[in-house]
């Protein structure tokens, strides 16, 4: 271990941890791996990696130890036994969870002394390394302050606060943006290919149309936290009107129309609460306020 380079253990070898152990050892950590089919730990062996023979060892070679198994009840089912060992060191997860299930988590690491960071991962595989990647971090900001340095071999290491909970809140809050985001693109994409447009032609223009998109967002978020949604760009009426010309374009070629009909409910519903010549930001409040407004 080198003052720059602190040891790092990988525990789980799947295709996140596998990726994650391969940006330590690209940036010169020494690195320890442990999975529970140990074959797949021979790849990485091959470019350097140390592989331990069990848990227990594969916790006590390193001052982190960073795990990304498939679900809690796997890190806990590997741990548990060994959570002794982690007294005086860190243990950073990266397994996906609920905020429920990082607090009950840190609070059992802190329970052997250890310090406990919760991450989230905000890209696949193929993108970890690259420091334009978002990786999400919650708990003690000493922790995240002495380990920042190492974790950013795998991406950009943002820290959320000290709430343990708030990486898998964020987590969750993106990839739901993303699958509405994606779906609409694919809603998008079958509709112009009903007219004989192919997806490639069609995605720099929805690309493009993100950006605007993204411009909306960040107008709207002030609004959003000031409850106040002045209708002067586009109203949720005048966007109601708007969303029965893709439900009526879509049922005309064939297309599913399930995607615009919910977010057709969910503008309605918001005009139902009297949001309808506000901006599209008032929809928050059939959001936070789900049995209201009918
Ligand atoms: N892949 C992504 O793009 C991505 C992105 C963000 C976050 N994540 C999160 O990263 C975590 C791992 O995902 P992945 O894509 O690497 O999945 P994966 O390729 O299916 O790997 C799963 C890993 O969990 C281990 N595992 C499963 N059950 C276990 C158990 N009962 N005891 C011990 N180890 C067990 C597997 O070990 P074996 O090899 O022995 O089966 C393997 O190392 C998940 O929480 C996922 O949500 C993944």
């Given at each position: 271990?080198?003052?720059?380079?602190?040891?790092?253990?990988?525990?789980?070898?799947?295709?996140?941890?596998?990726?994650?152990?391969?940006?330590?050892?690209?940036?010169?950590?020494?690195?320890?791996?442990?999975?529970?089919?140990?074959?797949?730990?021979?790849?990485?062996?091959?470019?350097?990696?140390?592989?331990?023979?069990?848990?227990g060892e594969a916790v006590t070679a390193?001052?982190?130890?960073?795990?990304?198994?498939?679900?809690?009840?796997a890190l806990h089912g590997v741990l548990?036994?060994?959570?002794?060992?982690?007294?005086?060191?860190?243990l950073v997860n990266l397994t996906s969870g609920s905020p429920e299930q990082a607090r009950e988590t840190a609070a059992w690491a802190r329970s052997f002394g250890a310090g406990y960071l919760d991450g989230a991962v905000m890209t696949t595989p193929p993108g970890v390394g690259r420091p334009e990647m978002m990786f999400l971090y919650s708990g003690s900001?000493?922790?995240?302050?002495?380990?920042?340095?190492?974790?950013?071999?795998?991406?950009?290491?943002?820290?959320?606060?000290?709430?343990?909970?708030?990486?898998?809140?964020?987590?969750?809050?993106?990839?739901?943006?993303?699958?509405?985001?994606?779906?609409?693109?694919?809603?998008?994409?079958?509709?112009?290919?009903?007219?004989k447009t192919e997806a490639t032609a069609f995605t720099p223009f929805a690309v493009r149309w993100l950006t605007t998109v993204a411009g909306f967002m960040t107008a709207y978020a002030p609004q959003v936290d000031a409850g106040l949604y002045p209708g002067d760009d586009a109203t949720v009426d005048v966007q109601i009107a708007a969303v029965d010309h893709l439900v009526h374009a879509a049922a005309?070629?064939?297309?599913?129309?399930?995607?615009?009909?919910?977010?057709?409910?969910?503008?309605?519903?918001?005009?139902?609460?009297?949001?309808?010549?506000?901006?599209?930001?008032?929809?928050?409040?059939?959001m936070r306020n789900p049995g209201g407004g009918r």
């Open positions: 271990m080198t003052f720059d380079h602190p040891a790092v253990t990988v525990i789980g070898l799947g295709s996140m941890g596998s990726a994650l152990a391969t940006a330590l050892l690209d940036r010169g950590h020494p690195t320890t791996v442990w999975n529970r089919t140990a074959h797949r730990a021979e790849a990485l062996a091959a470019r350097g990696a140390r592989p331990a023979a069990d848990p390193s001052p982190l130890i960073v795990a990304c198994v498939l679900d809690y009840e548990e036994p060994v959570g002794g060992s982690l007294e005086g060191r860190t900001p000493e922790v995240f302050d002495v380990h920042r340095p190492t974790l950013a071999a795998l991406g950009d290491p943002l820290h959320l606060g000290a709430d343990p909970g708030l990486a898998s809140l964020y987590d969750a809050a993106l990839l739901g943006l993303m699958w509405s985001a994606l779906t609409g693109w694919l809603h998008g994409t079958a509709l112009v290919g009903a007219e005309a070629r064939g297309v599913d129309n399930a995607l615009p009909e919910l977010l057709k409910h969910i503008m309605e519903r918001a005009r139902a609460a009297g949001h309808g010549s506000d901006s599209y930001a008032s929809v928050i409040e059939v």
